[in-house]
């Protein structure tokens, strides 16, 4: 690799060990006493998944998130007006 040259994913502003995929999925945020709140899954890897809701205000910083039969304790990296950037733990 040239000098001064980075990888592109670098380049890009993009860090993450496993680049997330575009997705469309629903999914459940599920909160510890047991309610649970509809969300999409806008993109996914096998580290982490950027989540829509309607509000993400209550959504505390861990919690589980229900992709179809599948649940992953979640953890907010970065939250957003309507965009939670979760990393699964």
């Known amino acids: 690799m040239p000098f001064g ?3 592109a994913s670098i380049a890009s502003g993009d860090r993450r060990r496993s ?7 629903t ?5 510890p ?13 096998h580290a982490g998944a950027r989540v ?3 509000s993400v ?8 998130l229900r992709i179809g039969r599948d649940t992953y304790c979640a953890q907010i990296v970065r939250r ?7 990393r699964f733990r």
Do not use: N
């Not at 006493?33 to 890897?45: A, D, R, T």
């Open 80 to 86: 957003g007006v309507r965009l939670l950037a979760v």
């Open 27 to 31: 999914a459940r945020v599920v909160l």
């Open 52 to 54: 829509a809701l309607q």
């Open 33 to 45: 006493v047991g309610k649970e709140i509809p969300c999409s899954i806008v993109e996914i890897s």
């Open 19 to 25: 680049p997330r995929e575009a997705a469309a999925l």
């Open 5 to 7: 040259k980075r990888p």
């Open 57 to 64: 205000l209550g959504i505390p910083t861990t919690f589980e």
